[in-house]
């Protein structure tokens, strides 16, 4: 009988510290939100253990991926068009539109906040662009202008076409609606939002204490908003690396200081060149927000697209981690940073977004590797 009553309250112990635990764990989740506006930002960090237990140091991904519409742009898109209220260039409640020119991701995250927020979204785009990101444009109910490729100084070109589909509207006096330009390479409301958002919560996510911050560079916007804050905080204890792309000229401009015109010209090599697989970063010239952190930037790493590929692989293999072809950028530069470091220096980089976005190219490649490759294949990789 004692026996029974012993073996009783053990349990009754263990499963009030089951009861006691599943609390805590509950107690830490936030109370519903007001929208889906609301969920962006105040993403997740993660430990990549697989990163971390080969190099001795620690590297962490700041999961931007986390945000409703899959990415950081989510941030840009909401920071763009709420700047556009406080100037009376959207107005709640009246059927505004947002224009802008871009195949990748900020498509999506306008789209999004527009349905969010109530206004419509107009994106333009090269007519080469992938069949996924059309299909999810179109689901997102975005109207869509399909234009030929071509070069910045073409009126044809996409970015171009966005601002001119905005001021034919603005111009014409039949219509009730008025449209704003989001313009995400010029807009300081870009670098602004991962000044304000990204940088903060990555400071305190870390405690303050960090060696390296990585990104890369596409609009410029999240490496030079997250620099500027962390180097507020941080001073000279922190080093800032943009990861770069094969055939990208800012590798280059950061590395040796060369002239915009050299950055443009590299980069136009990488677009015609180069099988640009990786997407999203190394563009081929130096936009305003790129040059709103330029300062900040230490140094910079050159990753080939099939190092990015072999990394994708390598991470879902051994983290359960499924990213696109620029996060995957950006973790061989970790490991190739790490390499120089002590043991236990803390390394962050961006996870922009996940593979799903990239299957048809970039994933239909990564796909093909080997499971068991090892780290060290994944950086001996050759050029693609
Ligand atoms: N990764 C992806 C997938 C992107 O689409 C972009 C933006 N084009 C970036 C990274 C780079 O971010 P930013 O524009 O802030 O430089």
Known sequence: YKWFIAAASLATAGSLYSAFVASRKLSKLAPPK????????????????????????????????????????????????RAAERKGLLRPGMPDIVFEGTSGSTGISIATI??????????????????????????????????????????EQYVNAAQRACNDLNSSQEVNSQGVFADQFENDANWRVHYEGTGPEIYKQMDGCMDVFIAGCG????????????????????????????GSGFYNRVKHGVMYDQVEQEGTRRRHQVDTI??????????????????FIDDAVRVTDSQAIRMAKFLSVNDGFFIGS????NAVAAVKVAKHLPPGSKIVIIACDSGSRHLSKFWKAAKQIDPRISLQEVLDSPRS
Do not use: W
């Open 219 to 246: 609009t410029g916007g999240t490496i030079s908003g997250v620099a500027k804050y962390l180097r507020e905080k941080l001073g000279d204890k922190l080093t800032v690396v943009l990861a770069d792309p094969q």
């Open 278 to 295: 990786v997407e999203g970063i190394g563009l081929n010239r130096v936009t305003h927000n790129f040059s709103q952190g330029e300062a």
């Open 114 to 155: 527009c349905n969010a927020l109530g206004y419509k979204a107009h994106i333009s785009l090269p007519d080469d662009t992938s069949e996924e990101k059309l299909a999810l444009l179109e689901s997102l109910g975005a109207q869509i202008n399909k234009v030929r490729p071509a070069g910045i100084v073409d009126p």
């Open 34 to 81: 007001e929208g889906v506006a609301d969920l962006i930002g105040n993403t997740p960090m993660v430990k990549l253990e697989s990163l971390s237990n080969s190099t001795g140091c620690e590297i962490y991904a700041k999961l931007e991926l986390c945000n409703p519409g899959g990415s950081a742009k989510d941030r840009v898109a909401l920071g763009i068009v």
């Open 326 to 329: 620029s996060t995957a950028i």
